[in-house]
């Protein structure tokens, strides 16, 4: 599973229930197991960095240990994507 969450909000109250929302829908329908993978954006706004890392904690502790991906460093995500899809032994077939 794969979800982009934003988390440029204007406040920290807001920053935190997005990523509860995020957690939830994590878990949401489990009948089959499966990865999530978080990526996420950083809010624009000075002062709520405090806010924003306590939403990355808070993603972290979703259930299936998933991978969080901060928007600066998309590069990697997009890179580990490809090797998945290359080593997939469906490709090409």
């Known amino acids: 599973m794969y979800e982009p ?7 920290a109250e807001g920053i ?3 990523a509860w929302l995020g957690h939830l829908s994590a878990v949401a329908d489990d009948v089959e197991p499966f990865k999530p993978h978080f ?4 809010p624009a706004t000075e002062g ?10 808070i993603l972290r502790k979703a ?7 901060e928007e600066s ?4 995500f997009v890179a580990k994507i ?8 469906h490709v090409g077939n």
């Not at 259930?63 to 969080?68: D, K, L």
């Not at 460093?73 to 990697?76: F, G, M, N, T, W």
């Open 39 to 42: 990526i996420v954006g950083a």
């Open 82 to 89: 490809e090797d998945e899809v290359r080593s997939s032994p």
């Open 5 to 11: 969450v934003s988390f440029d909000l204007a406040d």
């Open 16 to 18: 935190k229930s997005k």
């Open 63 to 69: 259930p299936n240990h998933p991978e969080i991906y």
């Open 73 to 76: 460093k998309v590069d990697d």
């Open 48 to 57: 709520l960095e405090d806010a924003y890392r306590s939403a990355l904690a």
